[in-house]
């Protein structure tokens, strides 16, 4: 990877002419475009290359300007080449769900939240019979759950037409497990029942929003497919985007994962100045699972979305706020 050759807009024109899709399989697991060496590229070959890149299986990373011919086709766009190793790192260690990634982002751009919901599904799904995820699974050593938390995983109070939600499991870090879940789903399901719910406001109790899924609970499952018919029926970013309008989620500390996938379906999102998001699923061998793949990039676009999976990095909350994926950052307490 710290070889990567940069192809112009030559090397790609030849490249697109040969009709062979670059992947993973044949050697390919990244391909580096250098845009800024694109611009000479003549109008009737831009349309050809676009057809190509389109169809490949890998990551197609652009160095360069974000405005350069060819760059809305690239599923990320990086300044320099040192912005790309982070990203480089991440595609060497799980080739395989980099380019699953970045070929659902591409595919659900355009399609109805349901239709890309069940995208995502299915391409996790996918994952979890693959061997970048066997590894990880291998590698991580599960523990009892524990929780020392009194009271349901969700609280819920309710004055006239406002209803009042608090994420419940501290000492879990509102890990959202099957627990978690079950709770925010029976909560949401009185939400869409009830028209006179007007008002609903998401918030968590402890240090942070949530850390995400709950890993000691990952290959719990009896397999991908029981997996994906599961979330089909019981995802709380699904119930939650059929209420949207009625709730307000208010984040703080971290929201990683799942911790952030499941608010950005909200129509509202606050973040407090601490909180910071986070997408390290590419390290499990996986995808955002929770509806990520559909909520952060109808809020922030594609490419973003993209370089959020790859960097794994931590994005602060008035970068997020800048983007799109958070709506205000509240004050900071005096």
């Known amino acids: ?17 040969s009709g062979i899709p670059p992947s993973p399989l ?5 391909l580096g475009i250098d845009l800024s060496a694109t611009r000479s590229l003549q109008q009737l070959e831009r349309p050809r290359i676009r057809a190509w890149l389109s169809t490949a299986g890998c990551v197609l990373l652009g160095l360069g300007p ?3 011919p060819l760059a809305e086709a690239c599923d990320v766009v990086v300044g320099d080449r040192a912005a790309a190793e982070p990203l480089l790192a ?28 069940q995208a995502e599904s299915l391409a996790y799904a996918t994952l979890q019979a693959g061997p970048e995820y066997a590894r990880w699974l291998g590698d991580h050593r599960r523990r009892p759950v524990v929780v020392e938390d009194s009271g349901p995983a969700v609280l819920m109070t309710r004055e006239h037409a406002h209803l009042r939600l608090r994420l419940n499991r501290a000492s879990r870090r509102n890990a959202m497990s ?12 009185l939400v ?10 998401l918030s968590a109790l402890g240090s942070c929003f949530s850390t995400g899924g709950d890993l000691d609970e990952f290959g719990t499952a009896p397999d991908p497919v029981t997996g994906h018919l599961v979330r089909c029926l019981a995802l709380p970013g699904r119930a939650l985007a059929h209420c949207a309008e009625r709730v307000r989620i208010h984040v703080h500390g971290a929201c990683v994962g799942s911790g952030i996938e499941f608010p950005a379906f909200a129509a ?4 407090s100045p601490d909180a910071w998001f986070q997408l390290p699923e590419l390290g499990f061998g996986l995808i955002p699972g929770a509806g990520g793949c559909v909520s952060i990039p109808r809020r922030i676009g594609r490419q973003r979305a993209a370089w959020m999976m790859l960097s794994r990095a931590r994005v602060d909350a008035h970068t997020a706020q800048a983007w799109g994926l958070v709506d205000v950052v509240r004050a900071a307490r005096a």
């Not at 192809?7 to 790609?12: M, P, Q, V």
């Not at 044949?26 to 990244?30: A, D, E, F, S």
């Open 192 to 201: 869409m029942a009830d028209d006179s719910i007007q008002e609903v406001d």
């Open 66 to 68: 974000d405005d350069a």
């Open 26 to 30: 044949t050697g390919t697991p990244v």
């Open 1 to 17: 990877m710290q070889d990567l050759v940069w192809l112009d807009g030559s090397a790609l024109w030849a490249s697109a002419q």
């Open 178 to 189: 099957v627990e978690m879940r079950d709770a925010l789903l029976e909560a949401l399901a």
């Open 90 to 117: 991440t595609i060497a260690q799980a080739p395989l769900a980099c380019a699953t990634a970045v070929q659902l982002l591409r595919s659900t751009e355009g399609l109805a939240l349901e239709a890309a919901l």
């Open 268 to 271: 509202f999102v606050s973040a």
